[in-house]
């Protein structure tokens, strides 16, 4: 088993920035796919951001693309989502998910694992 956890969310002002961290440990494999996904209260989760397991292709949300970046460093079994220029509308609890077939392009039903959440506040 895989587990994820999340750090580095916290409270910012519009405008500003935060970069989330999430470190994978057991049984890791840098073939994964990796990805942030996210939830606002009453929302359903989204996705924000995806990685493949070389780390060349990125792909984004349309509603991030441009703010954030998505990195990771299979060394350190780590990935981490760069956020800037954060709205508001940003608010959510912000989750790390892992792909153990390694798809090429994430989504919410190929997830395998989750992180806890770490959570994401935007204030005006």
């Known amino acids: 088993q895989v587990q994820l956890v999340e750090s580095g969310g916290g409270l910012v002002q519009a405008g500003g920035s935060l970069r989330l961290s999430c470190a994978a440990s057991?049984?890791?494999?840098?073939?994964?796919?990796m990805g942030w996904f996210r939830q606002a209260p009453g929302k359903e989760r989204e996705f924000v951001a995806g990685?493949?397991?070389?780390?060349?292709?990125?792909y984004y949300a349309d509603s991030v693309k441009g703010r954030f970046t998505i990195s990771r460093d299979n060394a350190k079994n780590t990935v981490a989502l760069q956020m800037n220029s954060l709205k508001p509308e940003d608010t959510a609890v912000y989750f790390c998910?892992?792909?153990?077939?390694?798809?090429?392009?994430?989504?919410?039903?190929?997830?395998?694992?989750w992180g806890q959440g770490t959570q994401v506040t935007v204030s005006s």
């Open positions: 998910a892992a792909d153990y077939r390694g798809n090429e392009h994430l989504t919410l039903s190929l997830v395998d694992r």
């Open positions: 057991g049984r890791t494999s840098s073939m994964y796919t």
């Open positions: 990685i493949n397991w070389a780390g060349r292709h990125t």
